[in-house]
C-alpha cells in the first residue's frame, strides 16, 4: 500500500485572537517576533497573492491554523514547535518542514510552493 499525502497543514507561530494578531503584527514591525510560515503566505496585511496562486496548485488542500486554534493531533504531531508544516497521510500525521527549514526558504513564496508540490507528487 502507498502512502499519499490527503492534506498540508500549516500552523503558525501566532494566536488567532484579536490580541495575538496585533501583538503579532506589532512585534513583527519592530523586529520582536517571527514566523516564517507567516512571512511565506502573508504580506503586511492580507493573504500574499503569490501564496493564493501556489495553493491553489496544490493538488491537495492547504489548512491552516495558529498555535492556539489547531486541533488535538495536530498540536500532538507539532509537539509545541512553531511554525510547523505536516502533512497528513492515509495512514498517519508527520512533520513536513520545522522551523528551521521553513527560514531556510527566507520568505520565497514560489520555492515553498514548489518544494510542497514535489513532495505531494512523491519519488
Partial sequence: MSIDVVEIIGVYDADSTLVGEVSYWIGARLGRT?????????GVFTVK??????????????????????PTDV???AAGQ????????????????????????????ESFGNWLNKYIAGP
Avoid: M
Fill in 34 to 42: 517571527h514566523c516564517s510560515l507567516c512571512e511565506l503566505t502573508h
Fill in 75 to 77: 498540536l500532538t504531531c
Fill in 49 to 70: 497573492s503569490t501564496w493564493k496562486s501556489c495553493e491553489q496548485k496544490l493538488h491537495v488542500p492547504f489548512t491552516s491554523y495558529h498555535r492556539n486554534d489547531a
Fill in 82 to 109: 512553531f511554525p510547523v508544516v505536516l502533512a497528513r497521510t492515509n495512514q498517519d500525521l508527520i512533520v513536513l518542514l520545522n522551523r528551521e527549514q521553513l527560514e531556510a526558504f527566507n520568505g520565497d513564496t
